[in-house]
């Protein structure tokens, strides 16, 4: 029996849903999930690995106080920092649970994104889960270029 008023075929069923109906919501409902997840879980994974080199060569000059290089070294995503005093190079994966720290460059820290773990500019620990400070990797200057290399 069709409704005048319009309303839904589930409506006038007292709101059972046919089966048509489960797979649609269900369709809707699992492109939901993977629009929402897909680009979290990009944002937190490392950078994916292109040419394995066993070191990171950036121009020194390119490097400004207080500012932080994305690297990659045999792998392993990393920072370069100069600071005044000396310039660090240390991995960026949190030693909490894997995720890939970011750098605040106002704050002066590395910070993990999932649990808020704090690092310093050579790697130490701030403050948050972290067990262990950030890896250190090896760093030298060499005709204008700054080396890094896993230690």
């Known amino acids: 029996m069709a409704s005048d008023e319009g309303g839904s075929e589930a409506t006038e069923r007292g709101g059972n849903l046919n089966r048509r109906e489960v797979l649609i919501l269900g369709a809707n409902a699992g492109t939901g999930l993977v629009a929402a997840v897909v680009p979290m879980a990009r944002y937190l994974s490392p950078i994916p690995s292109g040419a394995e080199e066993e070191a990171a060569r950036i121009p020194a000059d390119s490097l400004a106080l207080w500012q932080a290089e994305r690297i990659l070294v045999r792998g392993s995503p990393g920072f ?52 262990a400070p950030l890896t250190r990797f090896g760093v030298a200057t060499i005709h204008g270029k700054i080396s890094v290399e896993h230690s």
Not at 84 to 101: K, R, T
Not at 102 to 126: E, M, Q, T, Y
């Open 80 to 131: 370069v920092v100069r600071t005044p005093d000396e310039i660090y190079a240390c991995s960026a994966v949190c030693p909490h649970l894997g995720c890939v720290v970011k750098w605040n460059r106002s704050r002066r820290i590395f910070f993990c994104p999932c649990h808020g773990a704090r690092f310093a500019p050579d790697g130490r620990v701030l403050g948050g889960p972290a067990p």
